[in-house]
């Protein structure tokens, strides 16, 4: 069994930054991806990034390519998700998963189901 549990979300002003912190503990080795999905009141889960644990390699949804970057500490255990430029339409419950037998590449971005390990979800506010 894996376990992972997100941190660092908040209140932001629009423009701002935050970074998200997923640590997992457990049977850790086994686990080939990790993801960010996101909810927000009303809509529909939605991918975020993705990351691959092995190479470091990841992918991010086009709302947020060029603004969120993924990064991996293996010693920690923990993927970091860091948040710049943010805007109110990046409010939003946002959650931490992770897989084996996942990898995600250019042409691939697991779903929610590929995954088989969520965390609770943390809250990022973006508003003035």
């Known amino acids: 069994q894996v376990q992972l549990v997100e941190s660092g979300g908040g209140l932001v002003q629009p423009g701002g930054s935050l970074r998200l912190a997923c640590a997992a503990s457990?049977?850790?080795?086994?686990?080939?991806?990790v993801g960010w999905f996101r909810q927000a009141p009303g809509k529909e889960r939605e991918k975020v990034s993705c990351i691959n644990l092995r190479d470091g390699s990841s992918r991010y949804a086009d709302s947020v390519k060029g603004r969120f970057t993924s990064l991996r500490d293996s010693a920690k255990n923990t993927v970091y998700l860091q948040m710049n430029s943010l805007k109110p339409q990046d409010t939003a419950v946002y959650y931490c998963?992770?897989?084996?037998?996942?990898?995600?590449?250019?042409?691939?971005?697991?779903?929610?189901?590929?995954?088989?390990?969520w965390g609770q979800g943390t809250q990022v506010t973006v508003s003035s």
């Open positions: 998963t992770a897989a084996a037998y996942t990898r995600c590449s250019a042409d691939v971005f697991p779903t929610g189901g590929d995954f088989d390990y």
């Open positions: 457990g049977f850790t080795s086994g686990l080939d991806a």
